[in-house]
């Protein structure tokens, strides 16, 4: 059974494999598919990048990019406001897994949070952690190349990536402070950041955190409970394949994906979404899904996912297991520690979706009762909403964003 899964898991990757020599599989040598694309009619904002978005959409944005200290290079979006006067703290938005910057706004301009922190006078920035298409850099390691460019999960990117963001808009901004959003795993990337740094707590004046992924005690989804058993194997087998980096623009299931999503986005993006997350059919609208699946997939670190599965298996919120020797070698102890939450003393909004498979209420609680500056957990009222809902839902303005943007007003005065 397990191993069904894991062939059809990976067969998107595995496929990318027999096309191609090991080592460079990853080069991206695909022809660019946009002309064809464009003959078979795809909406095009599925495949218009952020900055081509943003454009079509009036707003200007700006391209930074941000060197962090090992070496990666992310590149991250401002969105200019268009108000005489800025509000007092930035805000930075961070996406989950599978996914970037473009999250943030895909859904259009009416409904995007950047858009709309962005008209209510916010100097927004979305970021891009390490691997994904936009921060596919680093100083010195070729990504089609070297297997050390993807030896990182989200504790890497909590600990060097979002810090390194940070400081990036303060001394461009020449602020004290920023508002955080994050969606996911830039919820997990967060997390770590503050426990592990806890001096960044300093400089953020309210995080918002969209179904928050910690402690994985409860997950619903089935199908990331099995895969977690074999997490250990699944990752050595990938690393066997000289498999690092997953689910990139250029390999075959975010193709296929996107393709499926031009012509059936609910009865099958729907679905995937369902199986996934929980998500209830017509939350998102069928126009969102089909953008958002062409956004998805845009890579991912094999390592992050393994160490995802790690969570849900040893149940604890923990630093990625090395195996003894590594452990060892790396944390001076025998088994991995867990990150101290308890030094996350930054203003928290945990926000929740009662019918999320992935970030689960009972998790929440758990992590919530050990965290010691909780200002609100907000259970989003309404009985169906999921883990993507939060982003993308087709009430996230009435019920999301509209409550961002008080708690905003109550935290700029302060
Ligand atoms: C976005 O797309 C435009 C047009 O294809 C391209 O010139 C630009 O470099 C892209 N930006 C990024 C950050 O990929
Ligand atoms: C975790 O952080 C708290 C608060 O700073 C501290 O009192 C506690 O000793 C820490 N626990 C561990 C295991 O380091």
């Known amino acids: 059974m397990l191993k069904v899964l894991i062939a059809l898991l990976y067969v998107g990757n595995i496929c990318d494999t027999l096309r191609s020599q090991p080592r460079k599989l990853f080069t991206y040598s695909l ?44 590149t991250i979006f401002r969105i200019l406001t268009k108000c005489n006067t800025l509000k ?57 190349r070297d297997v050390k460019f993807w030896d990182f999960s989200f504790d890497e990117i909590g600990n060097f990536d979002i810090p390194a963001i940070i400081d990036y808009m303060l001394s461009v901004s020449k ?17 770590v950041m503050t426990s592990l740094q806890p001096s960044y707590n300093d400089k953020v004046q309210l995080a918002i955190q969209l179904a928050p992924v910690s402690i994985m005690k409860h997950i619903t989804n089935p199908i990331l409970k099995v895969v977690a058993q074999g ?5 050595n087998i990938l690393d066997s394949l000289g498999l690092q980096e997953l689910s990139a623009v250029n390999q075959i299931e975010h193709f296929i994906l996107e393709k499926l999503c031009q012509v059936a986005p609910a009865p099958i993006c729907g679905t995937i979404l369902y199986i996934t997350t929980g998500y ?18 845009v890579g991912v670190s094999a390592k992050t996912l393994a160490h995802f599965g790690q969570l849900i298996l040893f ?30 003393t930054c203003p928290i909004v945990l926000v929740c979706g009662q019918n999320d498979y992935v970030s689960t209420l009972q998790d929440i609680d758990e992590l919530s009762s050990k965290l010691p500056n909780v200002v609100e957990k907000y259970i989003v009222p309404d009985p169906t909403f999921s883990h993507n809902n939060h982003v993308w839902g ?3 303005p009435k019920l999301v964003f509209k409550r961002i943007l008080q708690f905003f007003s109550e935290f700029d005065k302060t």
């Open 231 to 235: 997490s250990e194997n699944i990752k």
């Open 31 to 74: 022809p660019d598919k946009r002309p064809l694309k464009q003959a078979l009619g795809y909406i095009e904002d599925s495949y218009f990048n952020f900055t081509e978005l943003a454009t079509k959409y009036e707003f200007t944005s700006e391209e930074h990019i941000v060197k962090t200290s090992d070496g990666y290079l992310l």
């Open 88 to 144: 007092r703290y930035p805000v930075l938005l961070m996406h989950g897994i599978y996914d970037s910057s473009d999250a943030w706004i895909l859904s259009g301009p009416q409904t995007g949070l950047g858009y709309i922190l962005s008209r209510n006078c916010y100097d927004v920035w979305a970021g891009n952690n390490r691997g994904n298409r936009y921060s596919r850099k680093h100083v010195r390691l070729n990504p089609d």
């Open 280 to 297: 209830k059919q017509d939350t998102i609208s069928a126009r969102t899904l089909t953008i958002a699946f062409g956004h998805l997939l």
């Open 175 to 191: 602020k004290s402070k920023v508002y955080y959003i994050g969606h996911s795993q830039g919820t997990t990337d967060f997390f």
């Open 315 to 344: 149940q604890k919120f923990q630093r990625y297991n090395e195996g003894l020797q590594g452990n060892l070698k790396r944390y001076g102890s025998v088994s991995p520690p867990e990150y101290n939450v308890s030094q996350i």
């Open 394 to 396: 087709v009430d996230a």
